[in-house]
């Protein structure tokens, strides 16, 4: 797992979570990412503010977010929430 600022896939992961997070924002919630994993394409973020406890949580993270990840970056093969 590399951490969130070490690699050249992490820094295009953030600017994909950039331009989602004014929608996240507007509902009161962010998302973190806390890291990348190169060998099997998971990325890890967090769930923050009003999406913490949100029931809407997942769908936002499948629907949304791994869906916007895997569109722009191929080596993004999954999403997972953290804690």
């Known amino acids: ?3 969130a600022t ?3 896939i992490s820094r295009k992961i953030e600017e994909v979570l ?5 929608a996240i924002r507007a509902d009161g919630g962010d998302v ?3 890291g990348f994993d190169e060998e099997d394409g998971r ?3 967090r769930m923050v503010g009003a999406c913490y406890a949100c029931p ?3 769908a936002t993270l499948r ?3 791994e869906q916007r990840l895997k569109m722009v ?3 993004v093969r999954s999403v997972e929430a953290v804690e």
């Open 1 to 3: 797992m590399t951490a």
């Open 56 to 58: 809407m949580a997942m």
């Open 6 to 8: 070490d690699s050249a």
């Open 32 to 34: 973190q990412l806390i």
């Open 63 to 65: 629907a949304g977010i």
């Open 43 to 45: 990325v890890d973020v």
């Open 73 to 75: 970056l191929p080596e």
């Open 18 to 22: 950039d331009q989602i997070r004014p």
